[in-house]
């Protein structure tokens, strides 16, 4: 039972990871129920055991993009050692990593951009990680590192407003811009406007405490 429960985990994983390749190359509309079943090396049978139809496979490669998601959030989080703006920078660069090589992530802003999944903005990643960077903001106006006259809602839009350009740049430019130093860029910038002198003057002489790692993905699993 043990043995048929986890074949059938690694199929509906399979399954998915197929999908998520197919969604971000041609789209929702676009994709190929054949292409996804000949990447994935399952069965017809298989495949709708798992999901009753294309829609509900996308909605499934959008709910494991949140679950990384919310990992990559919870493992910054649990920085106890790093200030809230050293927590914030971190895990921006960890979505910007995942976005370069996480193919369920990238696949997920390639379907929330599309008319069919609008809606999952609003539910998704994105406000997962709003939730995450306002907290965070407020923080770091009760620690001192930001000005006591910020506004938590304004820094959150502003900087998600910046990140998702500088993510929608790179497709116009055919991925030669490295999405992690533009990431980092608009961070500053928007930090930078709102800070105290105090951690400005540090943060010049000391740079950013951390920075995401390709081995805290977990991609090969």
Not at 104 to 129: H, K, M, N, S
Not at 130 to 148: F, N, P, V
Request: aromatic share 8%.
């Amino acid at each position: 039972m043990a043995r048929q429960q986890e074949r059938a985990r690694r199929t509906r994983a399979a399954i998915i990871r197929s999908a998520a390749v197919e969604f971000g190359k041609s789209g929702y509309a676009a994709a190929s129920l054949n292409r996804i079943l000949e990447g994935s090396r399952a069965t017809k049978g298989a495949m709708y055991f798992h999901f009753d139809s294309k829609e509900e496979l996308a909605r499934a490669v959008l709910g494991t993009a949140v679950e990384r998601y919310r990992a990559s959030v919870e493992r910054w989080l649990a920085r106890v050692d790093l200030g809230p703006l050293d927590i914030m920078h971190g895990m921006v660069d960890e979505i910007a990593l995942r976005l370069e090589h996480d193919i369920i992530v990238r696949a997920e802003y390639r379907l929330t951009i599309e008319p069919d999944f609008y809606r999952d903005v609003q539910t998704g990643g994105g406000r997962l990680l709003g939730r995450t960077t306002k907290a965070l903001t407020m923080s770091a106006i009760d620690r001192g590192q930001l000005r006591a006259d910020a506004d938590p809602d304004r820094f959150t839009r502003t900087l998600a407003a910046a990140l998702a350009g500088q993510r929608y740049m790179v497709d116009l430019l055919d991925d030669r811009v490295d999405l992690r130093s533009r990431f980092e860029e608009a961070l500053e910038v928007v930090i930078e406007a709102m800070a105290t002198p105090e951690w400005l003057e540090k943060f010049h002489s000391d740079g950013w405490r951390a920075h995401a790692r390709m081995e805290d993905l977990g991609l090969a699993l």
